[in-house]
C-alpha cells in the first residue's frame, strides 16, 4: 500500500473522530506505515529509478483534514520529461556531534546520486548558532550549494550563540521565488526571543501573514505553490516527556504558531504544499487542498523526503530517500562517542 492509499485508508475509518475547530483531530498515528514504492524519477527524457529509497517510511503519519480527497494523481509516462523534483531536509542540528555531520554528508551524496533539483531545509541547520557550525552545513552540502539548488530558512537553533540566522537567510522575512515549475515562499518564523535557548517557539504576526498571502498570489498559473517555514502551523503530538510537561505546564516551547490555524484558513487555495520542521519526528498533515509536511530531524533519521510534480501537481506521495548505513563498517562515525 502507499502513501496516498495509506491516506485514503485512514480517512476513511475516523469519520467519527471530534473536531476542533475546522480540523478533524489527529485520525492515526502510524510508528511504522506501511510500505512505500520506489521513487521513479524522469532524467534527461528518460526514467532512472533510485535504489536507495526507503521501504518504510520513518516516524509517524498525521491526517488532520478538511473534507475532500488530496490532489495526487499519477500521469502518462510521456509527460514525465517536465517532471520537477525535490528534497525536504530539516532540523540537522549540525555541531551536536560527528553522527550528524556523517549523516549530513550521506544526505547530500544520496541527493546528488538521484539529481533532485531542489533541496529545502527547514531550519535548525546548526545546534548551537556557531559560526563553525555554520561553516560544517555549508562545507557538507558543498556541491548542491554550488550548483544553486539549496533553499534555507532559518529556526530557533540557528539564533543562539553567533546568530547565523542572516546568513540563512538575509533580508525581509517573507521572500517569493520561481525555479521552474516551483514558486517557493520562504518565510523566517524565528524572533529575538529565540535567542534564550529555552524559548524556542516560533513568530508570525499578521503583517508576516499578509506578507505571505500577497507573495503567493503572484504565483504564476501552473506552478507548484510552497511555503517554507521552521516552526509548526498546526498542533502535533509531544516528540518526549520532556515536551509532554511543559505543555501541561501551559509554556508555549512546543506549541504551534499561534496564528497557525488562522495562516492554514488564509492559504487554502494559495498554497499546495508547506514545508516546515522543530519537532523532531515527521508528520503529515491533509487539510483541504493544503498539505503539510513536517521533516523531522533528518539527521536523526538519516532519511528524507522527496517529492515530484508536473504542472502544478503531486504525481504521487512523497517517497523517502534513505541514508542509513546498511552494515557496521558502513558508518563508523554513527557510533562515535558524542
Known amino acids: 500500500m502507499n502513501t496516498a492509499a495509506c491516506a485514503s485508508s485512514v480517512s476513511r475509518s475516523e469519520t467519527g473522530a471530534s473536531t476542533t475547530s475546522r480540523y478533524t483531530s489527529v485520525a492515526r498515528v ?50 514525465c520529461r517536465m517532471l520537477q523534483t525535490f528534497a525536504h531536509l530539516s532540523d540537522l542540528h549540525l555541531g551536536a556531534g560527528p553522527a550528524a555531520a556523517h549523516a549530513a554528508r550521506r544526505l547530500c551524496s544520496a541527493l546528488l546520486a538521484v539529481r533532485v533539483q531542489r533541496v529545502m531545509v527547514t531550519g535548525d541547520v546548526t545546534h548551537r548558532g556557531l559560526r563553525s557550525e555554520l561553516d560544517l552545513f555549508r562545507s557538507a552540502f558543498a556541491p548542491l550549494f554550488d550548483q544553486g539548488r539549496m533553499l534555507v530558512v532559518p529556526g530557533n537553533h540557528d539564533r543562539l550563540g553567533d546568530d547565523v540566522a542572516e546568513s540563512l537567510m538575509s533580508g525581509t522575512r517573507v521572500q517569493a521565488e520561481e525555479h521552474g515549475g516551483l514558486f517557493v515562499v520562504r518565510f523566517d518564523s524565528t524572533g529575538p526571543h529565540n535567542r534564550r535557548l529555552f524559548d524556542s517557539h516560533g513568530q508570525m504576526e499578521e503583517d508576516d501573514m499578509d506578507a505571505i498571502c500577497s507573495a503567493l498570489d503572484r504565483a504564476p498559473s501552473g506552478a507548484l505553490r510552497l511555503l517554507l517555514l521552521h516552526h509548526h502551523l498546526l498542533p502535533l503530538p509531544d516528540d518526549h516527556l520532556f515536551e509532554r510537561v511543559i505543555t501541561q505546564l501551559g509554556w508555549p516551547n512546543a ?55 508536473v504542472h502544478g501537481e503531486l504525481v504521487h506521495a512523497p517517497r523517502w530517500l534513505d541514508v542509513r548505513p546498511r552494515s557496521f563498517a558502513d558508518a563508523p562515525a554513527l557510533f562515535a562517542v558524542q
Open 255 to 309: 506549541a504551534e504558531l499561534s496564528r497557525g490555524r488562522e495562516m492554514v484558513d488564509r492559504l487554502q487555495s494559495r498554497c499546495d504544499l508547506v514545508l516546515h520542521g522543530h519537532r523532531h519526528q515527521p508528520a503529515e498533515i491533509e487539510a483541504g487542498s493544503l498539505r503539510v509536511f513536517n521533516g523531522g530531524c533528518s539527521t536523526g533519521l538519516q532519511a528524507c523526503r522527496v517529492f515530484a510534480a
Open 30 to 79: 502510524m510508528r511504522r506505515p506501511p510500505s512505500c514504492p520506489e521513487l521513479s524519477l524522469a532524467l534527461d527524457g528518460g526514467q532512472r529509478t533510485s535504489p536507495k529509497l526507503l521501504c518504510k517510511a520513518p516516524g509517524r503519519r498525521i491526517c488532520l483534514r478538511y473534507a475532500g480527497p488530496p490532489r495526487i494523481r499519477h500521469l502518462p509516462a510521456g509527460r
